[in-house]
């Protein structure tokens, strides 16, 4: 009878733990999801929106806590135009208006208004470089924390003399950022994301030159020495990576959602974005096809 007793009470004291524990968790926010969806070009034309809607609809469904861009939000406002960038930047604006969840943008080259030789507008226009970019979506750099985590988006960009974009971390926002970094603790996972990478395999497994990464990464690496669990995600590539270094940072390359420009798979990697799973300080992640492809395939066989 005792034991029946003492089984029943154990049992009982297991299950109202079990309770209590996965209570907590969701209080504690130490589990959620966020999306990452990075080089989404959009455009008006090559049926852009409906790439972008499918993809909208795609995080919508799986419901993740909140969506992070990685830069390229519109295709593209380089080359100037005032008149093309307002159109492009409304039609980013009303789309992901449709996010069911906050959205944290980040700036991409194709995002820079009138930077090369060949814009009609100078650099004293209001909306020159940054300035697009700002009127519409807000800051170029920030931090923000969600549940436990903490979360930076940097600014990878700025403009040489010669009028090309190059891969840099500006002075300003290194300062920015050792300071933001001053009040978050060690043990708090860090996600950094940025348009150009900041580590990548491509260059070596392409043979190219490295040129289109940020120059000055390592100066955000060595703020991060200490931290215990550091996640960044890139874009710009058009290239789906992960990596982890000596067990402590973790980078992914986020595909993208436009691919070769809306007509094909980029380095044959499926259009699509990355769905992060945070369990206490650990992640999972994937990536999602939101249907492009298919469509894309079944329009050009309509065409034929
Ligand atoms: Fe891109």
Do not use: C
């Not at 380089?78 to 409304?90: K, V």
């Not at 020159?128 to 600014?155: A, C, P, Q």
């Not at 933001?180 to 060690?186: E, I, P, Q, S, Y």
């Not at 490295?210 to 710009?236: C, D, P, T, W």
């Amino acid at each position: 009878m005792y034991r029946r007793f003492l089984f029943v009470f154990v049992l009982g004291v297991i299950l109202a733990t079990n309770v209590v524990s996965q209570n907590s968790k969701s209080q504690d926010g130490e589990s959620f999801s966020f999306a990452f969806l990075t080089d989404i070009h959009l455009k008006p034309e090559m049926n852009a929106p409906k790439g972008f809607q499918m993809a909208i609809d795609k995080v919508n469904e799986l419901n993740p806590d909140f969506v992070l861009t990685g830069g390229d939000l519109v295709y593209d406002v380089m080359r100037g135009n005032q008149a093309r960038g307002d159109t492009l930047f409304s039609l980013y604006k009303k789309m992901s208006a449709g996010f069911n969840m906050p959205v944290y943008n980040t700036l991409g080259n194709h995002d820079l208004f009138a930077i090369y030789a060949e814009s009609p507008e100078t650099s004293d226009h209001p909306d020159y470089k940054y300035g697009m970019f700002e009127r519409y979506i807000g800051k170029t750099y920030y931090s923000f924390d969600h549940k436990g985590w903490h979360f930076i988006v940097l600014n990878s960009l700025d403009v040489t003399e010669n009028k090309r974009y190059t891969g840099v971390f500006g002075e300003e926002e290194l300062k920015w950022l050792k300071n933001d970094l001053a009040k978050v603790d060690t043990l708090t996972p860090v996600v950094l994301t940025t348009h150009l990478p900041m580590i990548t395999s491509r260059a070596q497994v392409k043979g190219s030159n490295g040129r289109g990464n940020v120059s000055n990464s390592a100066e955000i690496f060595q703020m991060l020495e200490n931290y215990k669990s550091v996640l960044i995600l890139q874009g710009h590539i058009h290239w789906k990576e992960y990596g982890v270094i000596n067990d402590r940072i973790h980078y992914i390359t986020g595909g993208s959602i436009a691919g070769n420009g809306w007509k094909g798979r980029r380095h044959n990697t499926k259009e699509g974005f990355v769905l992060v799973h945070v369990n206490v300080d650990d992640f999972t992640w994937e990536y999602v096809d939101h249907g492009w492809e298919a469509e894309r395939l079944k329009n050009a066989k309509l065409r034929e």
